[in-house]
Structure formats: structure tokens, C-alpha cells
């Protein structure tokens, strides 16, 4: 796309649609926390999320719903609709996941989102600056994740221990390897759309949710292992 531009100005525009990409996936990270911190000191939202199995199993499907629709109707919608749609996605996010404030210690959720953070930042670092072609990691992560939803719904109804054990450690392996690997997918889309275009905006936010998912399953599964229950 950038073949008639110097390379000092193809670096320019993608470093614009990279910053960017990271922008909206931090304020939809904000969005999450606060809307989490919101809800445990709410007895009405408390109430009616988790008063009844069907208001958080009713929150999770609208939030699969959501992901869904964004990736198979982004072309077809505008960039401030999926803006939007990412937005809500995040908040009701934060209140499903506010049952992690519930369980788990406020000093073990901070710790285990700076360790979550931290090895975030090196795996999209490392995506980001390796010569290495990634592109191997792809159908092994897909087919890796695929398997760990599939272990993670049986262990719901069999309830085995080293199972949980295996989904956990097999979790954080796969969202650290998908980190590095949505990265460099990131930055080889950033060569291919102008950032402030209608496109551009869309894929920015495209990469930013896939960011954002890497980094809040990789929180949750190290949650598990770092965090104390209350």
C-alpha cells in the first residue's frame, strides 16, 4: 500500500495505526476494571447478575454474541459501530468479571495484573521486533485454544482437579504464544491500511479487541494460580 512513500513516512503511519491499536485496547481495559470495581459495591447490579444462574449465563452469551458479530460483520459496518460495540463489550465484561473481585483477594488481583501486564508487554514485544515468521503459531494456538474450551465445559460437569490444573497452566501457555502472535499479525495489518481511514479505524479496533482478549484470559488463568481466595 505504501510503495510510493519514503520509508521514514511508512514508519510514521505505522506507528500511528500501532499506538492506536494499543490505545483503544487500554481504554477498554479501563473500561473493564471500572465497571468491575462499580459492581461489587452495587447490591442491585450484584443481585441482578449473579441472583439467579440465568443473569450471568445470559451476560456471558451477549457477550459471545457481541465478539461474534464484530468479527464476521466488521466489514459491513461502520468504524464508530464497532467502536461502540467494543466499548459494550468491554463494560459487560467488567461485570461478569467482577465476580473475580467476589473471590479473590483485592492485594492478589492487583499483584496478578501487574505479573499479567508485565508478561503481556514482553510477548508483544517480542511479536512485535522478531524476524521470526510466527505465522506456524497460528493452527497450533487455534487448535490448542479449540481443545481448551473443550476441556475447560467437561471439567464444568466432572469437577477433577488435575484436569483444572492442566486447563490452567495449558491457558497461560496458549494466551502468552497468541499475544506474540496477534502482535505480529498487528503489525504486518498496519502496513496494509492507512490508520486514519474508515478501514484503518476498523482494524485498529479489530487488533485491539484480539489484544484485549489475549490479555484478559491470560489474567484470568494466572489468577488462578497466583490469586488468594477470600
Known amino acids: 500500500m505504501y510503495t510510493q512513500l519514503t520509508a521514514d513516512q511508512v514508519k510514521t503511519l505505522q506507528t500511528s495505526f500501532i499506538n492506536k491499536v494499543y490505545a483503544w485496547m487500554c481504554l477498554a481495559l479501563t473500561v473493564t476494571g471500572f465497571v468491575a470495581l462499580r459492581t461489587v459495591t452495587s447490591e442491585t447490579l450484584l443481585s441482578l447478575i449473579f441472583g439467579s444462574q440465568f443473569g450471568l449465563i445470559g451476560l456471558i452469551i451477549v457477550e459471545l454474541g457481541i465478539v461474534f458479530w464484530m468479527v464476521s460483520n466488521i466489514d459491513r459496518m461502520s468504524s464508530n459501530m464497532a467502536i461502540g460495540l467494543f466499548l459494550l463489550y468491554s463494560a459487560l465484561?467488567?461485570?461478569?468479571?467482577s465476580v473475580l473481585l467476589l473471590v479473590y483477594t483485592s492485594a492478589s488481583v492487583a499483584t496478578t495484573f501487574f505479573i499479567t501486564a508485565g508478561t503481556f508487554g514482553v510477548m508483544?514485544?517480542?511479536?512485535y521486533f522478531t524476524k521470526k515468521d510466527l505465522t506456524s503459531w497460528g493452527n497450533l494456538l487455534f487448535m490448542a485454544l479449540i481443545g481448551l474450551i473443550i476441556a475447560s465445559v467437561v471439567n464444568i460437569?466432572?469437577?477433577n482437579s488435575g484436569l483444572y490444573w492442566i486447563v490452567t497452566y495449558a491457558g497461560v501457555l496458549i494466551f502468552v504464544g497468541l499475544t506474540a502472535y496477534d502482535t505480529q499479525k498487528i503489525?504486518?495489518?498496519?502496513?496494509?491500511?492507512?490508520?486514519?481511514?474508515?478501514?484503518?479505524?476498523?482494524?485498529?479496533?479489530?487488533?485491539?479487541?484480539?489484544?484485549?482478549?489475549?490479555?484478559?484470559?491470560?489474567?484470568?488463568?494466572?489468577?488462578r494460580i497466583f490469586g488468594q481466595r477470600r
Open 187 to 223: 503489525k504486518q495489518m498496519s502496513l496494509e491500511m492507512d490508520a486514519e481511514s474508515e478501514e484503518g479505524r476498523k482494524g485498529a479496533i479489530m487488533g485491539a479487541l484480539r489484544l484485549y482478549l489475549d490479555f484478559i484470559n491470560m489474567f484470568i488463568f494466572l489468577l
Open 93 to 97: 465484561n467488567g461485570l461478569t468479571l
Open 124 to 127: 508483544s514485544a517480542y511479536g
Open 157 to 159: 460437569f466432572w469437577h
